[in-house]
């Protein structure tokens, strides 16, 4: 069984601060690993995912998010947050199990980003 | 089209109604997923289809649940005798293919209160 877990429901920075947005997994198996950002009244967009390679991996939007097998961690992060950075982020894990896998997402709980002027 | 649409957006429903929930996948995607959405929760799965497979409904809460996909195409997810606790989004998603490295792109949702 895989999970989730997203440190913090609500974080809130400055415009211009650094964004820093906790992702833990559970997983059994090499993970494959996903943040989607929710915009109100939207449905999820890809920000950036990881299968395989290169454990530091850049998105849309310049966030970027790293792999880190010995912490279980894939933590998403921004250099410099911006008014239109404010949505609910979600976490999601996935694994490649041959023929029998799909890709069928297990998502944390979310974490709501507020960007104050 | 270049999206996943969901209709209806937004849907009223009294207890003990059935309802109806359309997908229309992007043009081609082979794999289809229904996610449920409570309010402030993440979104959970309900079933997958590949093509009109329905190969995996390991999430779908209770038999009032039903989701079909005829033709490999649009899909409906039916929720009969509707209780207040189905209220929520459920959302659409599709990807190219079964590989699980490959993008999934969600529609907008279709929300659903019961009263």
């Known amino acids: 069984a895989q999970s989730v877990t997203q440190l913090g429901s609500h974080v809130s920075v400055s415009e211009g601060a650094l964004v820093l947005l906790r992702c833990n997994y559970s997983?059994?198996?090499?993970?494959?690993l996903f943040w989607y950002v929710q915009y109100p009244n939207q449905g999820l967009q890809l920000l950036l995912k990881?299968?395989?390679?290169?454990?530091l991996v850049k998105g849309i939007n310049g966030f970027e998010a790293e792999f880190k097998k010995s912490e279980t961690s894939f933590h998403l992060t921004k250099p410099s947050a911006h008014m239109s950075d404010a949505a609910e982020y979600f976490c999601?894990?996935?694994?490649?199990?041959?023929?029998?896998?799909?890709?069928?997402?297990?998502f944390g709980q979310g974490t709501i980003l507020t960007v104050h002027p | 089209g270049a999206g996943v649409s969901q209709s209806p957006r937004y849907k009223v429903a009294k207890r003990g109604q059935d309802v109806a929930l359309r997908c229309d996948p992007i043009?081609?995607?082979?794999?289809l997923f229904w996610y449920q959405q409570a309010l402030g929760q993440g979104p959970e799965f309900l079933t997958y289809?590949?093509?009109?497979?329905?190969?995996?409904k390991s999430g779908l809460p209770s038999d009032r649940f039903f989701a079909e996909r005829p033709e490999g195409s649009v899909s409906t997810l039916k929720i009969q005798r509707t209780q207040q606790e189905d209220s929520a989004v459920y959302l659409c998603?599709?990807?190219?293919?079964?590989?699980?490295?490959?993008?999934?792109?969600f529609g907008e949702g279709s929300w659903l209160t019961v009263v």
């Open positions: 999601a894990v996935t694994h490649n199990a041959g023929g029998t896998s799909y890709g069928k997402l297990t």
């Open positions: 997983s059994s198996v090499p993970p494959y």
């Open positions: 289809f590949q093509n009109e497979a329905q190969l995996d």
């Open positions: 990881y299968t395989t390679g290169a454990t």
């Open positions: 998603a599709s990807s190219i293919g079964p590989y699980s490295g490959n993008t999934i792109y």
């Open positions: 043009s081609g995607h082979v794999s």
